[in-house]
């Protein structure tokens, strides 16, 4: 064998057993969630159901006690779903207007603007809890989805606009000169001009945005009401009911739910994810 083919074959060994290590856990769970109780208590984690169900799945869907509530996922799952939608589009639109404003049209101070917008980025969540629980009272949409929706929105127009920023400063001035010119005006140049061209960047920001969205805790669990919990603290309320017994498989059923929206995403988009960001997405 030639040293080039077995440098290829260690690297092949490697990636695979990254993978396999990456892998194991979502293997563990889809497995366990397709097994009865009977079976987990007798068998190894890495057995394969002898007999695969998807009871665990209805259970965790529609009967698995969150707290004293035993209506299972499907209301916090939905709540997650009337939040995410609009946050994520109205956070993405938002974001790309200031992208388009802070590279394509300049005024004074907008640089010094800009470094005050990525304060937002790396600053911690914590840091707004308070405040953000005042601004909600004040308005009156605490303990809402309403209130989630504007928390998410503000906490992405930070990483939205760096995106967008960050893309538009490499498309060539001239297009918008040229359109100037011809006596388009600001918001004909974005919708004629810059939209069609963010293609790449409008995909990245969108999974970015929808999984820290769905994925996020801390948020959920401080600004959400009874009525209002996003999925992420359903299933921590689930995990941590206490029963007479312990029901792994729907435990594990639950997580797989709560995490089908992201994984699917990624599964069908990821490599328009990877093509956006070689565009431009975080470079400059």
């Known amino acids: 064998m030639s040293r080039h083919a077995m440098q290829r074959a260690l690297l092949w060994a490697l990636l695979l057993l990254f993978a396999a290590w990456f892998l194991?856990?979502?293997?563990?769970?889809l497995t366990t969630s397709l097994k009865d109780m009977d079976?987990?208590?007798?068998?190894?984690?890495?057995?394969?159901?002898?007999?695969?169900?998807?009871?665990?799945?209805?259970?965790?869907?529609?009967?698995?006690?969150?707290?004293t509530d035993c209506g299972g996922l499907k209301p916090f799952f939905m709540n997650s779903v009337l939040m995410v939608v609009p946050a994520v589009l109205v956070s993405t639109?938002?974001?790309?207007?200031?992208?388009?404003v802070l590279s394509k049209w300049r005024f004074r101070g907008s640089e010094t603007m800009f470094a005050l917008m990525l304060?937002?980025?790396?600053m911690p969540?914590?840091?707004?809890?308070?405040?953000?629980?005042?601004?909600?009272?004040?308005?009156?949409?605490?303990?809402?989805?309403?209130?989630?929706?504007l928390v998410h929105v503000v906490a992405g127009i930070p990483s939205t606009t760096l995106f967008f920023r960050n893309y538009y400063v490499g498309l060539p001035d001239e297009l918008i000169k040229a359109a100037?010119?011809?006596?388009?005006?600001?918001?004909?140049?974005?919708?004629?001009i810059v939209l069609p061209l963010s293609t790449p960047i409008l995909v990245v920001t969108l999974i970015w945005q929808f999984t820290n969205i769905w994925n996020d805790f801390l948020y959920g669990v401080v600004f959400s009401g009874a009525d209002s919990k996003p999925v992420t603290v359903g299933l921590n309320n689930l995990a941590n009911t206490s029963s007479s017994v312990k029901e792994y498989?729907?435990?594990?059923?639950?997580?797989?739910?709560?995490?089908?929206?992201?994984?699917?995403?990624?599964?069908?988009?990821?490599?328009?994810?990877?093509r956006g960001l070689t565009a431009g997405a975080v470079k400059g």
């Open 24 to 29: 194991t856990p979502l293997y563990v769970m």
């Open 39 to 67: 079976q987990v208590r007798a068998g190894s984690l890495l057995s394969l159901p002898t007999s695969p169900s998807l009871e665990a799945w209805a259970r965790a869907w529609s009967s698995a006690c969150t707290g």
């Open 93 to 100: 639109a938002i974001g790309s207007v200031n992208g388009y």
């Open 119 to 122: 304060f937002g980025v790396f």
């Open 125 to 149: 969540m914590q840091v707004v809890l308070l405040p953000m629980s005042q601004v909600l009272g004040w308005l009156g949409i605490a303990s809402s989805i309403w209130g989630l929706i």
């Open 180 to 192: 100037m010119l011809d006596g388009a005006g600001f918001w004909k140049i974005f919708t004629r």
């Open 249 to 274: 498989n729907v435990d594990m059923a639950a997580a797989l739910i709560a995490a089908l929206p992201t994984l699917f995403v990624y599964v069908v988009a990821g490599k328009y994810f990877v």
